[in-house]
C-alpha cells in the first residue's frame, strides 16, 4: 500500500462528567487522531495519550513531537507499507508505544478497507458481539458511588469495575457490594499501593471480587507475585504489561492470573494479538481495557475483545458513557449490555468530519 501522507490533529474533548482515578482527574479528553492517505483511500487511528505523563510516561505533547520529528517521516519514507511492517520500521526508535499503535491502526484500517476486510475477521474474531463492561471513577463518597453504579447497571452494563485508592478502597468496596451483592465486580488501582499495603489488599477478598487490577507499581513484577501469594482475589496486570515479552515473564513469575490487554499502551493491536496468544495457550484469562476512546479507539478495541481468549467483560462501554457527540457517524452504542462489534471494512466505523474539525486544536500533515 502506497502512503501518500499522514495527517495528525490534537483533539480536546469534553467528557460527559470528570472521570477521577488515583492519579488525577480528566474533565476534557485530549487525543490525537491520525489519517492516513493512500491511493485506495484513508484510514484513521487513534493515539490514546493523555494530556500529563501520569498514567504512564506516554503524554500528547511529547507524542506530537516524537510522531511529527521521528515516526511519521520513518513510515513515509518506506513509501509502501504493509500493516505488519509498520512496528519493524519504528522499532529502532525507543517505547512511545501509544504513537506506534495509533500509526499501526490508521495503517491497518486503509489496507483493510482496501481488501474489503474487517479489523474483527483480520484479527481473528470470533463472535458478533461482545459483553459491555464500565469504569466507573471515584466519587465524592460512597454513597455517590453506590447511584453511580446503579445508573449504568440500569443502562445494562455487565460487569462493573470501580477505581480504588488509598483511603478509597475498602469502604467504597463493601458499600458497593452491600448494594449489589450478585454482580460482576472488579477493582482497579492504577499502581496506587505498595506491598507494605498488602493487608489493605488482602481485605476486599470479602467482597468477592472478579480481580484486582494493577495494586503495585508497574515495574514490581515481583511485589505482584508475592502479593498473589497472599490474597485470594486473582491478581490482573495493566500498567505491567506494555508487549508480549512482559506478558511472557509475568507469567512465567506467577504475577498474574489474569492480563488487560490495551492495545495502545503494547505497541498496537498485532502485539496486542500476539499477548492473547499467548495468555490463550497458557489458559489465562484477558479482557480489553480502555483509555476513554473516541469511537475510532473504541471500534478497534470491540473487534479486539471479539477474539476467543477475550472470556471476561471488557472495558468497551457506549460512546456516550464519555462522549456527548462522539467523532463517528455511528456511535458506539449499548444492546441489552452487549457491543456489536464492527463487521464493515476496516473499522467499519466512518468519520463525522465536521465533529472533528469542531475538536481540534491543533493540526500538521507530512506528504511522502
Same mark, same amino acid.
Given at each position: 500500500?502506497?502512503?501518500?501522507?499522514?495527517?495528525?490533529?490534537?483533539?480536546?474533548?469534553?467528557?460527559?462528567?470528570?472521570?477521577?482515578?488515583?492519579?488525577?482527574?480528566?474533565?476534557?479528553?485530549?487525543?490525537?487522531?491520525?489519517?492516513?492517505?493512500?491511493?485506495?483511500?484513508?484510514?484513521?487511528?487513534?493515539?490514546?495519550?493523555?494530556?500529563?505523563?501520569?498514567?504512564?510516561?506516554?503524554?500528547?505533547?511529547?507524542?506530537?513531537?516524537? @510522531?511529527?520529528?521521528?515516526?511519521?517521516?520513518? &513510515?513515509?519514507?518506506?513509501?509502501?507499507?504493509?500493516?505488519?511492517?509498520?512496528?519493524?520500521?519504528?522499532?529502532?526508535?525507543?517505547?512511545?508505544?501509544?504513537?506506534?499503535?495509533?500509526?499501526?491502526?490508521?495503517?491497518?484500517?486503509?489496507?483493510?478497507?482496501?481488501?474489503?476486510?474487517?479489523?474483527?475477521?483480520?484479527?481473528?474474531?470470533?463472535?458478533?458481539? +461482545?459483553?459491555?463492561?464500565?469504569?466507573?471513577?471515584?466519587?465524592?463518597?460512597?454513597?455517590?458511588?453506590?447511584?453511580?453504579?446503579?445508573?449504568?447497571?440500569?443502562?445494562?452494563? %455487565?460487569? +462493573?469495575?470501580?477505581? +480504588?485508592?488509598?483511603?478509597?478502597?475498602?469502604?467504597?468496596?463493601?458499600?458497593?457490594?452491600?448494594?449489589?451483592?450478585? +454482580?460482576?465486580?472488579?477493582?482497579?488501582?492504577?499502581?496506587?499501593?505498595?506491598?507494605?499495603? @498488602?493487608?489493605?489488599?488482602?481485605?476486599?477478598?470479602?467482597?468477592?471480587? &472478579?480481580?484486582?487490577?494493577?495494586?503495585?507499581?508497574?515495574?514490581?513484577?515481583?511485589?505482584?507475585?508475592?502479593?498473589?501469594? %497472599?490474597?485470594?482475589?486473582?491478581? #490482573? &496486570?495493566?500498567?505491567?504489561?506494555?508487549?508480549?515479552? @512482559?506478558?511472557?515473564?509475568?507469567?512465567?513469575?506467577? @504475577?498474574?492470573?489474569?492480563?488487560?490487554?490495551?492495545?495502545?499502551?503494547?505497541?498496537?493491536?498485532?502485539?496486542?494479538?500476539?499477548?492473547?496468544?499467548? #495468555?490463550?495457550?497458557?489458559?489465562?484469562?484477558?479482557? #480489553?481495557?480502555?483509555?476513554?476512546?473516541?469511537?475510532?479507539?473504541?471500534?478497534?478495541?470491540?473487534?479486539?475483545?471479539?477474539?476467543?481468549?477475550?472470556?471476561?467483560?471488557?472495558?468497551?462501554?457506549?460512546?456516550? %458513557?464519555?462522549?456527548?457527540?462522539?467523532?463517528?457517524?455511528?456511535?458506539?452504542?449499548?444492546?441489552?449490555?452487549?457491543?456489536?462489534?464492527?463487521?464493515?471494512?476496516?473499522?467499519?466505523?466512518?468519520?463525522?468530519?465536521?465533529?472533528?474539525?469542531?475538536?481540534?486544536?491543533?493540526?500538521?500533515?507530512?506528504?511522502?
Amino acid at each position: 500500500m502506497d502512503v501518500e501522507s499522514v495527517e495528525l490533529r490534537v483533539l480536546q474533548l469534553p467528557l460527559v462528567q470528570p472521570f477521577t482515578t488515583s492519579f488525577g482527574t480528566e474533565t476534557v479528553r485530549e487525543v490525537i487522531v491520525v489519517r492516513v492517505r493512500t491511493p485506495a483511500g484513508d484510514g484513521w487511528g487513534e493515539i490514546v495519550t493523555q494530556h500529563a505523563p501520569l498514567y504512564s510516561s506516554e503524554y500528547s505533547g511529547g507524542a506530537w513531537d516524537v @510522531a511529527r520529528r521521528f515516526l511519521v517521516p520513518a &513510515l513515509l519514507n518506506e513509501r509502501r507499507l504493509t500493516p505488519e511492517r509498520v512496528a519493524e520500521v519504528l522499532a529502532p526508535f525507543v517505547g512511545h508505544r501509544m504513537v506506534k499503535a495509533g500509526l499501526e491502526l490508521a495503517v491497518l484500517d486503509a489496507s483493510l478497507r482496501a481488501a474489503g476486510r474487517s479489523l474483527a475477521a483480520f484479527l481473528g474474531g470470533v463472535v458478533p458481539r +461482545i459483553p459491555a463492561g464500565v469504569s466507573v471513577g471515584i466519587q465524592a463518597d460512597a454513597g455517590a458511588l453506590v447511584d453511580a453504579v446503579g445508573g449504568y447497571l440500569d443502562e445494562g452494563y %455487565r460487569r +462493573i469495575k470501580i477505581k +480504588i485508592a488509598p483511603g478509597r478502597d475498602v469502604v467504597e468496596t463493601a458499600a458497593v457490594r452491600a448494594a449489589f451483592p450478585e +454482580i460482576p465486580l472488579q477493582v482497579d488501582a492504577n499502581s496506587a499501593y505498595t506491598l507494605e499495603d @498488602a493487608d489493605t489488599l488482602a481485605a476486599l477478598d470479602a467482597y468477592d471480587l &472478579l480481580l484486582i487490577e494493577q495494586p503495585l507499581q508497574e515495574d514490581d513484577l515481583v511485589d505482584h507475585a508475592r502479593l498473589a501469594t %497472599r490474597l485470594h482475589t486473582p491478581v #490482573c &496486570l495493566d500498567e505491567s504489561i506494555v508487549s508480549d515479552k @512482559a506478558a511472557a515473564d509475568a507469567l512465567a513469575l506467577g @504475577a498474574a492470573a489474569i492480563i488487560n490487554i490495551k492495545a495502545g499502551r503494547v505497541g498496537g493491536y498485532l502485539e496486542a494479538r500476539r499477548i492473547h496468544d499467548r #495468555c490463550m495457550a497458557a489458559g489465562v484469562p484477558v479482557w #480489553c481495557g480502555g483509555m476513554l476512546e473516541t469511537g475510532i479507539g473504541r471500534a478497534a478495541n470491540a473487534a479486539l475483545a471479539s477474539l476467543p481468549g477475550f472470556t471476561l467483560p471488557g472495558d468497551v462501554s457506549a460512546s456516550s %458513557r464519555f462522549y456527548h457527540h462522539d467523532i463517528v457517524a455511528e456511535p458506539i452504542t449499548l444492546d441489552d449490555g452487549f457491543v456489536t462489534v464492527p463487521s464493515g471494512d476496516g473499522l467499519g466505523i466512518e468519520i463525522d468530519h465536521a465533529a472533528v474539525e469542531a475538536a481540534t486544536v491543533e493540526r500538521f500533515e507530512l506528504r511522502a
